[in-house]
């Protein structure tokens, strides 16, 4: 989602006159996007806004703007507590940007701009792909906000209620970046599962719109995130096995594996519906990847409660996770529930250290599945990590490095997975020896 706001601040911008600088020496406008799920997140701003006071004191005119969900949340403590900030803003301000910058100008105070727009008023801003110019991989927004009460989550608090985009914007949208040279789209909200998006014909569920996005011409892979599991139907598992770009890849965050821990958080299911949603979901996409997020030492949990967590995680026997330990954020249901951070520090840690180590062996065995078999990878670009080396993903998500040739990039290649890294395949092209032909 910040990735998303961050591309149509850039637009927004560039709409208003602004080139993008090379470096923040040279900039006159830095914008510093903030996220506040995680405490680490948070305290990340202070520093990076602490490296451009010396920019500041050379050029007093740069200004510094700082946005998204701690933005949203701190306001005006922020400037407070961050003297180079000119102003503050929240997600729902990014269109107004350029306004914002003018009255930075015009009134020479500092100021906080965290009005949440009202549902009936909230317009999404429309993204402008130019041809050749977008990722191989592109993120079409659906929703913002979110209606559910997670008690450890600050989202509601800071994007506010839920806002299902119209379908026909998101399918104008997506066929937009596919004609700018997209060969996959992410389909992104804070709950996609909950989509009730409407347009002509009526509103759509989000079944519904993953049939019509799979219709777009040229489209060639379709993936969404994040699921909430209370939300997720048999209707929307089906798409795995009826849609044709439909990639075989799910995050489903189950967040702990004990059914009294996801009480307390307010997640509307048990650890046995989860366990049943993801037999399901086997069951009409048998190869399919799937992965999750952890939360340890949430208030009140017990080792036995913890226990449950690892259990989980041998039945699912998931291809990734993402665990963080529990850490209390301001404005979040917990709170109000006065459910106290009562699980030591070193606990968190240490069930941290065995959610991962078991993960771990989990996550090897599963990427093994692959090796010595052909899979389809989309070529995204040159690999960061090894030079000479293409990258791409499998419909698993799974990240391939193989040699071949730069004009691969935004094809489906068949790739024959040889061996693998920790995290990663490796492969050959049966392009690169003109043996196999290129799915393009
Ligand atoms: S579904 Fe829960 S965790 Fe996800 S954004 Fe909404 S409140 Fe937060």
């Not at 909950?194 to 009526?202: I, K, M, N, P, R």
């Amino acid at each position: 989602m910040n990735d998303y706001d961050v591309e149509r601040m850039r637009e927004v911008l560039a709409r208003d006159g602004f080139d993008e600088a090379a470096t923040a020496d040279e900039a006159d406008l830095i914008v510093i996007n903030t996220c506040s799920v995680r405490e680490k997140a948070e305290s990340k701003v202070a520093s990076s806004a602490g490296r451009y006071r010396e920019l500041k004191l050379k050029r007093p005119g740069v200004v510094v703007a700082i946005g998204g969900c701690v933005a949203q949340q701190e306001g005006e403590r922020l400037l407070k507590r961050i003297p180079v900030a000119d102003f503050t803003f929240g997600p729902d301000q990014i269109p107004s940007l350029p306004e914002l910058l003018g009255k930075r100008a015009r009134d020479r105070r500092r100021f906080a701009a965290t009005e949440v727009i009202d549902v009936e008023d909230y317009r999404f801003l429309t993204a402008e792909p130019r041809l050749g110019q977008v990722p191989v991989t592109a993120l079409v927004t659906i929703q913002k906000g979110c209606d559910n009460h997670c008690a450890f989550c600050v989202v509601p608090a800071t994007r506010g209620r839920e806002v299902s985009r119209p379908w026909r914007e998101v399918v104008d949208e997506v066929a937009r970046f596919v004609a700018a040279g997209a060969r996959e789209i992410t389909l992104i909200g804070q709950n996609v599962n909950s989509y009730h998006g409407v347009g002509e014909g009526g509103g759509d569920d989000f079944a519904e719109l993953l049939a019509r996005v799979d219709e777009v011409p040229g489209l060639r892979r379709l993936r969404y995130t994040t699921s909430h599991p209370h939300d997720f139907t048999e209707k929307v598992a089906d798409a795995f096995r009826d849609l044709k770009t439909l990639c075989a890849w799910l995050h489903l965050p189950v967040q702990s594996g004990s059914s009294r821990t996801l009480k307390r958080m307010v997640r509307d299911y048990t650890r046995e519906q989860y366990l049943r949603q993801i037999d399901y979901v086997r069951s009409v996409c048998p190869d399919i990847s799937l992965s999750t997020d952890i939360i340890v030492g949430y208030p009140g949990e017990t080792d036995s409660d913890f226990g449950e967590t690892l259990s989980l995680l041998e039945a699912v026997q998931y291809d990734s996770i993402y665990s963080f330990e529990y850490s209390e954020r301001p404005d979040t249901p917990a709170l109000k529930l006065a459910l106290r951070d009562n699980v030591p520090s070193e606990v968190k840690a240490q069930r941290l250290q065995q959610v991962q180590t078991l993960q771990k062996g989990v996550s090897t065995e599963r990427l093994s599945r692959w090796v010595g078999r052909e899979v389809e990878v989309l070529v995204e670009g040159d690999s960061a990590r090894y030079p000479g080396q293409l990258c791409g993903r499998t419909t698993g998500n799974e990240m391939v490095n193989f040699a071949g040739p730069p004009s691969l990039v935004g094809q489906l290649v068949p790739v024959r997975i040889t061996s693998m890294r920790s995290h990663t395949l490796v492969g050959e092209s049966a392009q690169a020896n003109h043996r196999l032909p290129v799915l393009a």
